[in-house]
C-alpha cells in the first residue's frame, strides 16, 4: 500500500501541471474543493479526527489515505460526472494524465503452483515422480483452476528449473489442430540471468546474455507460431517476416504457401512430422514430438530454407506437453540439447474446451500418461 505522503505520490499533481500548466488535481480530505488554479504543489487539509478521506481510511496524520492509482481513477471519474461540472473537462483531462502516467492496469492473478526445493547443485534437482506424488497439478478442481491461471508472462518469469518442474507434471493431451499462436524465451538459470550466460560467467558470459536476448527477439520477429493438420500427423511453422531468411530461400517468394491468421499474413515453412514419444526431459511418459529430421519427405518441403531445421541442418526437435485445453508449454532441442522454451496457444480451443475440463479434467490423451497417471486415476474412480 502507498501513502499520500509518499514522493510518487507528491509528484503527480506536479507531472499532471507540466502539461496542463492552468490546473493541478490534488485530493484533500473532503472533496469540496478539486481544482487549485496555477498551483504544481499538493496541497492538503487535515480531516476531521476519524474521518475517512476520499480514496480510504484516516491515515495516522489526518490525511485520507493513498490505496493506488485505480483509486485515483476512480475518485476523479466520479468528481467529473457528479460534484465538479464546471470544471469537469479539466477533470476528464487530468484523469487521461493520471491513466497515462500510471498505466491503471489490474494485475493478473499469480497461480499457486507449488515446487520442491533445489539450488544450483544438480544432485538438488527433485525427482519428477516425487514431484508429481507430492505436488501433483490437475488432479482436482482447485489444482486445475491454478493451471488455467498459468500464462506464457508467468513462464517467462520462472527460471528453468521451475519451468521444468510444471512441464514433468503434465501430459501431452491431445494432438492439436489448425493454427496456433506461438511465443518463446530462454532458459533462465536461478540467478535470473540466461543459463548459458550463467554457465559461462564473467565478461564473456555478459555478451553471451546479450546476444542470447538479441537472439530470443529475432526469434519472435520470425516466428509466430505452427499451424498443425492434424489428419496428416505433420506441421509448418508461421513465419511473418521473410526480410532475414529471403537470401535463403531458392524459387519465388510467391511460391511459398500462405496462411491468414487474425488478418496477417505468415508464411508456412519448416514442415515437421508428429508422433508421440518419448521426452527427452522425463521419460516416465509420452510427449507430442514435433521432429523436422526427415522433413525432406514431407509434401511442400523446400530444400531452401527447410533443411536447415532438418538433419542436415540443425537436427531441430521439439516436444510439447498441454498446459490446459488450447496452451502449450513446449522444449525445443538442437541435436538433442535443450535451447530454449516455447508455448502455443489457440484462442478458440481454450474458450470451448475449458469449462469442461474444469469440471472433468479428462481431456483426449492420446498418447501414453504413465504408469504414475494410471494410478492415480484408477485410485480416483
Known amino acids: 500500500m502507498y501513502s499520500r505522503h509518499d514522493p510518487w505520490f507528491r509528484s503527480v499533481p506536479a507531472r499532471i501541471s507540466h502539461i496542463l500548466p492552468a490546473a493541478a488535481v490534488y485530493l484533500p480530505a473532503s472533496p469540496d474543493r478539486v481544482l487549485v488554479r496555477g498551483r504544481s504543489r499538493l496541497h492538503r487539509r487535515p480531516a476531521p479526527p476519524g474521518a475517512a478521506g476520499p480514496l480510504g481510511p484516516e491515515s495516522p496524520k489526518g490525511f485520507g489515505s493513498y490505496r493506488g492509482p485505480a483509486r485515483i481513477y476512480e475518485y476523479l471519474r466520479t468528481l467529473a460526472t457528479k460534484r465538479c461540472e464546471k470544471c469537469g473537462l479539466t477533470v476528464l483531462l487530468a484523469l487521461a494524465m493520471i491513466t497515462a502516467l500510471t498505466g491503471c492496469k489490474r494485475h493478473e492473478?499469480?497461480?499457486?503452483?507449488?515446487?520442491?526445493?533445489?539450488?544450483?547443485?544438480?544432485?538438488?534437482?527433485?525427482?519428477?515422480?516425487?514431484?508429481?506424488?507430492?505436488?501433483?497439478?490437475?488432479?482436482?478442481?482447485?489444482?486445475r483452476q491454478q493451471l488455467a491461471l498459468i500464462t506464457p508472462k508467468y513462464l517467462g518469469r520462472l527460471d528453468q528449473e521451475k519451468i521444468d518442474q510444471i512441464y514433468g507434471r503434465l501430459t501431452a493431451g491431445p494432438i492439436p489442430d489448425d493454427p496456433y499462436d506461438g511465443d518463446l524465451f530462454l532458459p533462465e538459470g536461478g540467478s535470473g540471468k540466461v543459463r548459458a550466460a550463467e554457465i559461462v560467467g564473467g565478461l564473456k558470459g555478459l555478451i553471451v546474455r546479450l546476444k542470447?536476448?538479441?537472439?530470443?527477439?529475432?526469434?519472435?520477429?520470425?516466428?509466430?507460431?505452427?499451424?498443425?493438420?492434424?489428419?496428416?500427423?505433420?506441421?509448418?511453422?508461421?513465419?511473418?517476416?521473410?526480410?532475414?531468411?529471403?537470401?535463403?530461400?531458392?524459387?519465388?517468394?510467391?511460391?511459398?504457401?500462405?496462411?491468414?491468421?487474425?488478418?496477417?499474413?505468415?508464411?508456412?515453412?519448416?514442415?515437421?512430422?508428429?508422433?508421440?514419444?518419448?521426452?527427452?526431459?522425463?521419460?516416465?511418459?509420452?510427449?507430442?514430438?514435433?521432429?523436422?529430421?526427415?522433413?525432406?519427405?514431407?509434401?511442400?518441403y523446400r530444400e531452401k530454407p527447410d533443411f536447415l531445421a532438418s538433419r542436415r541442418g540443425f537436427a531441430v526437435r521439439d516436444?510439447?506437453?498441454?498446459?490446459?485445453?488450447?496452451?502449450?508449454?513446449?522444449?525445443?532441442?538442437?541435436?538433442?540439447?535443450?535451447?530454449?522454451?516455447?508455448?502455443?496457444?489457440?484462442?478458440?480451443?481454450?474458450?470451448?474446451?475449458?469449462?469442461?475440463w474444469l469440471k472433468s479434467g479428462s481431456p483426449a490423451e492420446e498418447c501414453s500418461i504413465g504408469s504414475q497417471r494410471l494410478a492415480v486415476a484408477s485410485a480416483s474412480r
Request: charge should be negative; proline fraction near 6%; include cysteine.
Open 319 to 356: 516436444e510439447i506437453r498441454m498446459i490446459r485445453p488450447g496452451f502449450y508449454l513446449g522444449r525445443a532441442y538442437l541435436d538433442r540439447v535443450f535451447v530454449l522454451n516455447f508455448t502455443l496457444y489457440n484462442k478458440e480451443v481454450a474458450d470451448a474446451g475449458l469449462a469442461e
Open 109 to 143: 492473478p499469480e497461480p499457486d503452483i507449488q515446487f520442491m526445493g533445489y539450488d544450483a547443485r544438480y544432485d538438488t534437482k527433485p525427482d519428477f515422480a516425487r514431484l508429481e506424488h507430492r505436488y501433483p497439478l490437475g488432479d482436482t478442481v482447485e489444482r
Open 212 to 300: 542470447a536476448r538479441k537472439l530470443e527477439a529475432l526469434g519472435r520477429i520470425l516466428w509466430k507460431g505452427k499451424v498443425f493438420y492434424r489428419d496428416q500427423m505433420v506441421l509448418r511453422n508461421r513465419i511473418e517476416d521473410l526480410a532475414i531468411l529471403a537470401p535463403l530461400i531458392d524459387g519465388p517468394l510467391g511460391e511459398i504457401p500462405k496462411i491468414d491468421v487474425d488478418r496477417k499474413d505468415a508464411w508456412l515453412m519448416f514442415p515437421a512430422r508428429l508422433y508421440c514419444g518419448q521426452s527427452l526431459l522425463d521419460g516416465r511418459r509420452e510427449s507430442l514430438i514435433i521432429d523436422y529430421a526427415f522433413s525432406d519427405e514431407i509434401p511442400g
